[in-house]
């Protein structure tokens, strides 16, 4: 009976540790959903290959519990390699400090609409980004009081997807889409923040085990954010988290960065324990201060977040 136990738990053991190690050899949207559960899956690994070696002491057991080490220590330095860890300590002393609020509140959660559109009213944020938006759209009018500038739900499109909300006017605005899936998924506004011009992008992906479109996606967005000149925000709903490969190539090839560590955006039930697969990222010189998670998630099967950042005073 404890042989058995043990194969079973090595045999579970070794799919875990297979699937992820599938991505040092192959690069497959197939595996993008446990790529993006890397730390999670490697941790549950160990633990398996622990209990076996606990009922049978045997080598391929520790050879097991290796290969999860590694594989969860390689998974916690690509969470870092792209952070700003060193920006955002340095940030708290220059600049203006500024607050955006981004939440994907699940176009299936009309119950809750009020409730959140109370939330947006209430947070103090500068520029609101709101993806599957549709809950909100009745309550459209009050929240156009406090934010009277917006792209989607009725602003450049009839759409109800991506929305943008910003006290302040926009100086340019552009709403797109990002390959076949989905339109209007993308939205670029620059906007005047006391003074200084800053980029403000929005983007909702499609999941990453759809086919390739999440790859296609990202190929598109990066050129778009190259182009873009001046301090770059970018808030979305990625769904993947940044340790993807295809994630990884476009933070290196945009020069984006995120602060460390993110907080967990998914799934709800897991809470800080989940994933984050929602992010926000930024091109110096603006700088995070903090990301937070919106605790309540207000019926969304996403938390919400809220940003400070600041932008140094052009000279």
Not at 121 to 126: G, N, P, V
Not at 165 to 185: C, I, V, Y
Not at 199 to 214: E, G, I, M, T
Not at 249 to 256: V, Y
Request: hydrophobic share 50%; with cysteine.
């Amino acid at each position: 009976m404890r042989h058995t136990i043990y194969c079973v738990l090595c045999v579970l053991a070794t799919l875990a540790v297979g699937i992820l190690a599938a991505r040092y050899v192959a690069n497959s949207w197939l595996l993008a959903f446990f790529e993006s559960l890397q730390t999670h899956i490697s941790l549950f690994a160990i633990l398996l290959a622990l209990v076996a070696f606990a009922f049978k002491r045997h080598w391929y057991a520790l050879f097991l519990t290796a290969a999860g080490i590694i594989l969860l220590v390689h998974s916690v330095l690509m969470l870092q390699q792209y952070s700003t860890s060193s920006l955002v300590a340095s940030a708290e002393a220059s600049g203006e400090h500024f607050r955006l609020l981004s939440f994907n509140i699940q176009d299936s959660n009309f119950e809750n609409g009020p409730s959140i559109a109370d939330l947006i009213i209430a947070s103090k944020a500068d520029v609101v980004e709101i993806f599957e938006a549709g809950p909100i759209f009745s309550e459209m009018d009050r929240i156009l009081k406090v934010y009277p500038n917006r792209i989607g739900c009725g602003g450049m499109t009839t759409d109800c997807d991506s929305l943008l909300l910003s006290k302040r006017p926009f100086q340019t605005q552009l709403m797109r889409s990002l390959g076949s899936l989905w339109d209007n998924r993308f939205i670029l506004a620059a906007i005047d923040m006391d003074g200084q011009p800053v980029n403000f992008a929005s983007v909702h992906l499609s999941k990453p085990y759809f086919d390739a479109f999440h790859q296609i996606e990202l190929g598109l967005l990066a050129p778009a954010l190259n182009d873009v000149k001046g301090p770059l925000i970018l808030a979305g709903d990625f769904n993947a988290s940044v340790i993807t490969p295809d994630m990884r190539g476009f933070l290196a090839a945009t020069g984006l960065r995120h602060a460390f560590p993110e907080p967990a955006t998914w799934p709800i039930a897991a809470g800080a324990y989940g994933i984050t697969i929602d992010h926000v990222f930024a091109r110096a010189p603006l700088r995070l201060i903090s990301v937070r998670q919106i605790r309540d998630a207000m019926g969304s099967n996403h938390f919400g977040l809220m940003t400070e950042f600041s932008v140094p005073r052009q000279k």
